[in-house]
């Protein structure tokens, strides 16, 4: 898990405004994963990238957007179509490999809105 | 898409009895089934996972049994300790397709002394 850093760790936002969350690591991972996650709640995935310059919508992709110009970054973009953006989130890595399942995830961002 | 169904949702035990978290799951695809626990602010710290091709693993005071026909599996905490106390995720995930985790809804484990 240290090969993974989220910045920042806390994060404000005020209504009509975009903000990107920062996702690097060190793994030397192909694919990389947004999570939210509410309070009480489980993950739910945002986007996803297993490969570099290419990234796909999860199951809540609606209000976000991602990019993956490099294969060690991987940032989200909370967009202001996004109506409620609270919650915590979280970064993963999975390396692939079939003997070895295990997701990497990242300290998390804790975004507030205003 | 997954699905994946966890209970109970909170769990109260004392110190030195076990616990016991059931998963349900309905993609027949999906072949790996980790558990999560996860502390107030934390990010989620893998304790024990499953293949489908395994009924049961163990790792000290922490099993996971899968049953494939049923598509359920559990996770048992024997000897609870008060540190034991957090939320615990199960997951679910293919080797195929996108390869990400579809996450139970947790279950809040509260282990008094």
């Known amino acids: 898990d240290g090969g993974i850093t989220q910045s920042p760790k806390y994060l404000f936002r005020k209504e009509g405004q975009n903000v990107t969350l920062s996702c690097e690591q060190n793994?030397?991972?192909?694919?990389m994963y947004w999570y939210r996650q509410d309070p009480g709640q489980g993950l739910r995935l945002i986007y996803y990238s297993q490969i570099v310059n290419d990234f796909q919508k999860g199951d809540i992709a609606e209000g976000y957007s991602v990019s993956r110009e490099k294969k060690e970054s991987f940032p989200l973009t909370v967009t202001s179509a996004q109506k409620n953006p609270t919650a915590f989130y979280l970064c993963a890595t999975y390396g692939g490999s079939l003997a070895y399942n295990e997701q990497f995830f990242g300290p998390g961002t804790r975004l507030t809105v205003l | 898409g997954e699905n994946v169904e966890q209970h109970p949702s909170t769990l109260s035990v004392q110190e030195g009895d076990s616990a016991v978290i059931k998963c349900t799951y309905s993609d027949s695809a999906s072949n790996y089934f980790p558990w999560y626990k996860q502390e107030l602010g934390k990010r989620p710290q893998l304790i024990i996972d499953?293949?489908?091709?395994?009924g049961e693993k163990k790792d000290q005071r922490i099993a996971v049994t899968l049953n494939k026909t049923a598509k359920h599996f559990s996770l048992h905490i024997t000897e609870t300790q008060p540190e034991d106390s957090a939320v615990y995720f199960c997951?679910?995930?293919?080797?195929?397709?996108?390869?990400?985790?579809?996450f139970g809804s947790g279950t809040r484990l509260q282990v008094q002394p």
């Open positions: 997951a679910a995930k293919t080797d195929t397709g996108r390869r990400a985790l579809t």
């Open positions: 499953i293949r489908s091709n395994v």
């Open positions: 793994l030397n991972h192909d694919a």
